[in-house]
């Protein structure tokens, strides 16, 4: 993971040098460089830079929990994110410049505009980008090494991915996976679906499926899918209490500013973008040229609603199963917040709050397939201690 977390470095590096000394390249680069402000009052470009913003950094995809789940209670996670944001928004920065200095060279050898030869999307990446490099002198050795490249992106992304759903599953049900090679068997089934999956994406028409994909199965969806998380971690468990929580664990107060972000200005933000998408929607085409027909947004919106549509089915499911003698009374006890000892604060002095019991964390300890996760309570002052050597 190393390899291909960092390779990909080198090869922009040297693709950028490349790039840089071919003829036009300064002309893509001021392209690249030069705002048009007169697109800030687009909404569309709005809605899709928020939706990038989300998809590169992983938000509310469950991948950034995840990975975080690798960590001990104490970790400043705090300075991970901030170092994180920083990187992966260089990155982006970073490989503008490789793009669009092959795109300037393009460009002058076509005797045309940057603009008329750069594409959106996976058009960029797999039609405009590689048509340029085969113009290149040596052609063949700058392909190999921008496609190497992009293999090592979409290995790195597998390994994150994959990582993210392996975990919340084996989470749910730690018991039954720990037993034999349940959790290999899963992780094996869950790769051979997905190679299943995408091998009709590298067919001669692979390319219409795969803008199907992204267009439609995350998408604008995760809008919707980040303000419910603003909702229930701001307003359902309390931002005072997450606020605190997160004190307990670096043992500093991060700013106040973030209490706000959580509960008013990411909700409004991707509202807003959602709407805004809703308002500036248009169907998906390929190229430019190609206009899907009606059966393929069909099967597109049908991937879009899998993701919100469990939200609505599990709420149901658990003011149907919950105790309670009227609806309101079983919604006012699914939304108080379930505590276990560690989680408390010195002001939770509620025993309602506690979710299990003493003996049940001990039968819970011996069943864990994470053996190296415990919990330690010293004189009512809880702290947890999380290592899970043995997880991955």
Same mark, same amino acid.
């Given at each position: ?95 503008? =410049? ?5 795109? &300037? ?52 992304? %597998? ?28 992780? &094996? ?5 997905? =190679? ?45 209490? =997450? ?122 300890? %011996? ?26």
């Amino acid at each position: 993971m190393y390899f291909t977390a960092t390779s990909p470095y080198i090869l922009m590096t040297v693709l950028l040098i490349r790039g840089c000394t071919l003829e036009g390249a300064g002309e893509g680069i001021k392209f690249y460089l030069t705002p048009n402000f007169e697109r800030l009052a687009d909404a569309e470009v709005w809605v899709d830079a928020g939706t990038q913003i989300f998809f590169s950094y992983s938000i509310s995809l469950g991948v950034l929990t995840a990975l975080g789940s690798y960590n001990k209670f104490h970790h400043n996670s705090y300075r991970d994110c901030i170092i994180f944001a920083c990187t992966n928004s260089g990155t982006s920065f970073f490989a503008g =410049f490789v793009i669009f200095s092959v795109l &300037g060279f393009k460009a002058h050898k076509q005797g045309v505009s940057v603009a008329e030869v750069a594409e959106s999307g996976p058009g960029l990446a797999f039609i405009a980008y590689p048509e340029a490099v085969a113009q290149m002198p040596i052609s063949p050795l700058w392909s190999i090494l921008f496609f190497f490249m992009i293999i090592l992106l979409g290995l790195d992304s %597998q390994f994150v991915g994959v990582e993210g759903f392996i975990t919340a599953i084996t989470d749910l049900f730690p018991t039954h996976f720990k037993k034999g090679h349940r959790k290999e068997m899963f992780i &094996g089934v869950t790769c051979i679906i997905s =190679f299943l999956l995408g091998l009709c994406m590298v067919t001669n028409g692979g390319m219409y499926v795969f803008q199907i994909f992204d267009f439609y199965s995350g998408s604008r969806i995760i809008l919707v899918v980040a303000f419910l998380e603003c909702i229930a971690i701001g307003y359902l468990y309390g931002v005072d209490r =997450f606020y605190d929580n997160i004190e307990m664990m670096y043992g500093f107060r991060i700013p106040i500013l973030m209490k706000w972000m959580w509960t008013v200005v990411t909700p409004l933000f991707t509202i807003i973008l959602f709407v805004l998408n809703g308002y500036t929607y248009s169907e998906l085409t390929y190229n430019r040229t190609y206009h899907y027909p009606q059966w393929a947004i069909g099967l597109g919106w049908m991937m879009a609603c899998s993701s919100i549509v469990f939200v609505p089915i599990v709420i149901g499911y658990k003011l149907y199963q919950h105790p309670g003698d009227t609806i309101l009374q079983r919604i006012r006890l699914l939304m108080k917040p379930k505590l276990r000892q560690h989680q408390l604060r010195v002001q939770d002095t509620d025993p309602d709050e506690l979710i299990q019991d003493t003996e049940t964390h001990k039968m819970e300890e %011996q069943t864990s397939p994470y053996p190296g996760y415990h919990q330690v309570v010293d004189n009512g002052n809880a702290s947890v201690n999380q290592t899970r050597e043995t997880k991955a």
